[in-house]
């Protein structure tokens, strides 16, 4: 069963609010967070720093002066018993959303979301829920090197169990990770670092985005654009820059990877018969290699004018150099190019 | 529970049930090796004969809502913990009416109705979550306390230490209670660790620790009895070293390579069951005749189990995708 799903998996949202306001990504995480845990005595946050501290990107910011040591919970720096801790208190009545520092470091804890968060459910026939979030930043462009800079998604996709989202804009941000602590499944919440401090209108208020639903923030005849997280706002950039050149492009953010809104990615394809597959992370066996399968498999592929074409980073540790970092990973001129060879090549 | 202030061997009740508990589990240990060698039983098993006095004891520590996390050889603590036997037998025999409905086997038992998280293939996996079932009864106010079950072997796992280290800094409600069978797999814990009891480690976390002869319901029972109040009361974690002996091998490749005949024999003359039975005739707690009644009635209980888990339909394959997530 490759296709999944596109229904919303989350809860009924609370009537949605027009209102918006403008807020940081990490604002935005963080207001979910506090109306999460102003809602429900269940929720509270742990992990390596997040109180005083604020959290090693400030997305907890001073939300212990608001809401106390006990549900801002600092721990030692030991991932795997922090994300053990998560899975225990799931099971027996919290809703605790772990704080990875880098999702490189989810490598550390693997034990607990691979075998233990992710099977449980299943293992014990029902019997249980792991209702927990898993909030760690993924991506390069910070010069920290291959050991926090990875972009890691494509390993939880891969372990049935999680679900999987990686939030591009500020709103997405809030409303998913909302809908992820409604969950009643283990959620990895992949942010992106570089994101963290872009801003954009946040729905104000208790809202959701639901999970397993795909958006699409530019609809185009000539090519489908499938990006996901900083390559999301990479690839509307590169949408202007083609449109000036006579290109429209449709972008398509999945938001959710597991389960996957292939129903919105199989529309827009057959809508334009030209796809292009960005991702951060390594090009072999990533997302868009799933995405790609996809959308060859199905009766999308007759509507396909030129074979899918994928943009990944390559296949490498992500260095420190700066000018080396940036090679490593599509950047706005690659998605301009490999979208401007589809169209005028097929 | 009631703090129990008699000897357990001299209390009519208590006894009774001690002896019941230690029986059931060595019955059904036994049943699942006559049915695996008979070929009537699939996949692999973890036996805990010998060690039936470390979760009796325990167990006997504990409310009903209390928390256990179990081992690849649990199915003592989940006996003791006051599981089905019924329900174990049909998981292991692959039914539908199983714990996990076929889809964990021997090592993924679980009964929430009687606080147990679950046994665990890895090892110390259960370490920290029990920590964090700790975490949550101390968070969510209630007075319930979490006990880990853990062999030896677990005590080499960065798991361990790091479960170790959290409920120790938050001074959580658990007790770390190492079931030292002597090896982990085939690495003997005297060689493995350098140190003359695992529980004098548990002063480099800032806990408590004791040794107790794990053969001895009793022992086993005081020292979680006292870890279990210092818990309940606030007192944050302790660690209980029970010393016992596993009889049968690691699992069912294990060809005893790595001991002598000598030494399991050695031990097979400290079974903790005739021990405990010659306390409770000493002490008064049980007459030959009530032994005997014990031993019919879990024979009989065992026997209906088997049965009634045989007859039971098999697990199904129809609903595999969509029991993955919860709803």
């Given at each position: 069963?490759?296709?999944?799903?596109?229904?919303?998996?989350?809860?009924?949202?609370?009537?949605?609010?027009?209102?918006?306001?403008?807020?940081?990504?990490?604002?935005?995480?963080?207001?979910?967070?506090?109306?999460?845990?102003a809602?429900?005595?269940?929720?509270?946050?742990?992990?390596?720093?997040?109180?005083?501290?604020?959290?090693?990107?400030?997305?907890?910011?001073?939300l212990?002066?608001?809401?106390?040591?006990?549900?801002?919970?600092?721990?030692?720096?030991?991932?795997?018993?922090?994300?053990?801790?998560?899975?225990?208190?799931?099971?027996?009545?919290?809703?605790?959303?772990?704080?990875?520092?880098?999702?490189?470091?989810t490598?550390?804890?693997?034990?607990?979301?691979?075998?233990?968060?992710?099977?449980?459910?299943?293992?014990?026939?029902?019997?249980?829920?792991?209702?927990?979030?898993?909030?760690?930043?993924?991506?390069?462009?910070?010069?920290?090197?291959?050991?926090?800079?990875?972009?890691?998604?494509?390993?939880?996709?891969?372990?049935?169990?999680?679900?999987?989202?990686?939030?591009?804009?500020?709103?997405?941000?809030k409303?998913?990770?909302?809908?992820?602590?409604?969950?009643?499944?283990?959620?990895?919440?992949?942010?992106?670092?570089?994101?963290?401090?872009?801003?954009?209108?946040?729905?104000?208020?208790?809202?959701?985005?639901?999970?397993?639903?795909?958006a699409?923030?530019?609809?185009?005849?000539?090519?489908?654009?499938?990006?996901?997280?900083?390559?999301?706002?990479?690839?509307?950039?590169?949408a202007?820059?083609?449109?000036?050149?006579?290109?429209?492009?449709?972008?398509?953010?999945?938001?959710?990877?597991?389960?996957?809104?292939s129903?919105?990615?199989?529309?827009?394809?057959?809508?334009?018969?030209?796809?292009?597959?960005?991702?951060?992370?390594?090009?072999?066996?990533?997302?868009m290699?799933?995405?790609?399968?996809?959308?060859?498999?199905?009766?999308?592929?007759?509507y396909?004018?030129?074979?899918?074409?994928?943009?990944?980073?390559?296949?490498?540790?992500?260095?420190?150099?700066?000018?080396?970092?940036?090679?490593?990973?599509?950047?706005?001129?690659?998605?301009?190019?490999?979208?401007?060879?589809?169209?005028?090549?097929? | 529970?009631?703090?129990?202030?008699?000897?357990?061997?001299?209390?009519?009740?208590?006894?009774?049930?001690?002896?019941?508990?230690?029986?059931?589990?060595?019955?059904?240990?036994?049943?699942?090796?006559?049915?695996?060698?008979?070929?009537?039983?699939?996949?692999?098993?973890?036996?805990?004969?010998?060690?039936?006095?470390?979760?009796?004891?325990?167990?006997?520590?504990?409310?009903?809502?209390?928390?256990?996390?179990?081992?690849?050889?649990?199915?003592?603590?989940?006996?003791?913990?006051?599981?089905?036997?019924?329900?174990?037998?049909?998981?292991?025999?692959?039914?539908?009416?199983?714990?996990?409905?076929?889809?964990?086997?021997?090592?993924?038992?679980?009964?929430?109705?009687?606080?147990?998280?679950?046994?665990?293939?890895?090892?110390?996996?259960?370490?920290?979550?029990?920590?964090?079932?700790?975490?949550?009864?101390?968070?969510?106010?209630?007075?319930?306390?979490?006990?880990?079950?853990?062999?030896?072997?677990?005590?080499?796992?960065g798991?361990?230490?790091?479960?170790?280290?959290?409920?120790?800094?938050?001074?959580?409600?658990?007790?770390?209670?190492?079931?030292?069978?002597?090896?982990?797999?085939?690495?003997?814990?005297?060689?493995?660790?350098?140190?003359?009891?695992?529980?004098?480690?548990?002063?480099?976390?800032?806990?408590p620790?004791?040794?107790?002869d794990?053969?001895?319901?009793?022992?086993?029972?005081?020292?979680?009895?006292?870890?279990?109040?210092r818990?309940?009361?606030?007192?944050?974690?302790?660690?209980?070293?029970?010393?016992?002996?596993?009889?049968r091998?690691?699992?069912?490749?294990?060809?005893?390579?790595?001991?002598?005949?000598?030494?399991?024999?050695?031990?097979?003359?400290?079974?903790?069951?005739?021990?405990?039975?010659?306390?409770?005739?000493?002490?008064?707690?049980?007459?030959?005749?009530?032994?005997?009644?014990?031993?019919?009635?879990?024979?009989?209980?065992?026997?209906?189990?088997?049965?009634?888990?045989?007859?039971?339909?098999?697990?199904?394959?129809?609903?595999?995708?969509?029991?993955?997530?919860?709803?």
């Amino acid at each position: 069963m490759t296709i999944e799903t596109t229904a919303a998996q989350s809860a009924a949202a609370p009537a949605a609010s027009a209102e918006t306001a403008v807020m940081t990504y990490s604002e935005a995480i963080r207001d979910a967070m506090r109306i999460a845990m102003a809602k429900d005595p269940a929720v509270f946050i742990m992990g390596e720093d997040v109180g005083t501290y604020g959290g090693a990107f400030g997305v907890t910011g001073e939300l212990i002066n608001e809401i106390g040591p006990e549900r801002i919970r600092d721990t030692t720096i030991s991932e795997l018993g922090i994300m053990g801790a998560g899975v225990g208190a799931a099971m027996t009545g919290m809703r605790p959303i772990v704080e990875i520092q880098f999702s490189d470091f989810t490598a550390q804890a693997m034990d607990q979301i691979a075998n233990q968060a992710a099977k449980i459910h299943f293992m014990l026939g029902g019997a249980v829920n792991v209702p927990m979030v898993i909030r760690a930043p993924g991506g390069s462009g910070t010069g920290a090197a291959a050991q926090h800079s990875q972009s890691l998604e494509a390993w939880f996709v891969h372990i049935p169990g999680l679900k999987v989202v990686m939030p591009a804009t500020a709103d997405d941000a809030k409303g998913l990770l909302l809908s992820a602590i409604d969950d009643p499944n283990p959620v990895m919440v992949i942010e992106h670092k570089l994101l963290y401090k872009t801003s954009g209108d946040v729905r104000v208020g208790d809202i959701r985005t639901p999970l397993g639903v795909a958006a699409v923030p530019r609809e185009g005849k000539d090519l489908t654009i499938i990006a996901t997280g900083i390559e999301v706002s990479r690839a509307l950039e590169a949408a202007e820059i083609l449109a000036a050149d006579g290109i429209e492009a449709t972008v398509v953010d999945p938001r959710t990877l597991k389960p996957l809104d292939s129903g919105t990615i199989l529309r827009t394809v057959k809508e334009t018969g030209r796809v292009l597959l960005v991702q951060e992370a390594v090009r072999t066996l990533g997302f868009m290699s799933e995405v790609s399968a996809i959308i060859a498999e199905s009766d999308a592929f007759g509507y396909l004018r030129a074979p899918i074409k994928r943009l990944a980073g390559l296949d490498i540790p992500i260095p420190y150099a700066p000018k080396l970092e940036r090679a490593s990973v599509p950047q706005v001129e690659d998605i301009v190019k490999a979208a401007t060879d589809l169209v005028r090549e097929w | 529970m009631t703090i129990i202030n008699t000897p357990i061997a001299a209390n009519p009740e208590l006894a009774a049930s001690s002896l019941e508990t230690m029986w059931k589990i060595r019955r059904f240990e036994e049943a699942v090796e006559d049915l695996y060698g008979r070929g009537l039983m699939h996949g692999t098993m973890h036996l805990s004969i010998g060690q039936e006095a470390v979760p009796t004891g325990a167990c006997l520590a504990l409310n009903r809502d209390d928390y256990i996390t179990s081992t690849h050889r649990g199915h003592g603590h989940c006996i003791a913990k006051g599981a089905d036997m019924e329900r174990m037998m049909a998981e292991l025999l692959a039914k539908e009416t199983g714990y996990c409905r076929g889809r964990g086997g021997s090592m993924h038992i679980a009964d929430t109705e009687t606080g147990n998280l679950g046994a665990n293939g890895i090892v110390a996996g259960g370490v920290p979550i029990a920590t964090g079932a700790a975490l949550s009864a101390k968070m969510r106010g209630t007075k319930q306390v979490a006990v880990s079950f853990h062999g030896d072997g677990a005590m080499g796992e960065g798991a361990w230490h790091e479960g170790v280290v959290l409920a120790a800094m938050w001074q959580l409600p658990v007790v770390f209670l190492c079931e030292n069978n002597l090896y982990g797999m085939s690495m003997s814990s005297e060689k493995a660790f350098n140190l003359e009891k695992l529980s004098d480690r548990a002063r480099g976390y800032g806990i408590p620790g004791v040794t107790v002869d794990g053969n001895d319901v009793q022992a086993v029972y005081d020292a979680t009895q006292e870890a279990v109040d210092r818990a309940r009361n606030g007192g944050g974690p302790t660690f209980i070293e029970a010393k016992t002996y596993r009889w049968r091998g690691h699992s069912k490749s294990d060809k005893n390579l790595y001991r002598t005949r000598d030494e399991i024999d050695e031990w097979r003359g400290k079974d903790p069951i005739p021990l405990f039975e010659a306390q409770a005739l000493a002490a008064g707690g049980l007459t030959q005749a009530d032994i005997d009644a014990v031993r019919d009635k879990v024979r009989t209980e065992l026997r209906s189990a088997v049965q009634r888990a045989n007859a039971a339909p098999d697990a199904t394959a129809d609903d595999l995708l969509s029991a993955v997530y919860a709803r």
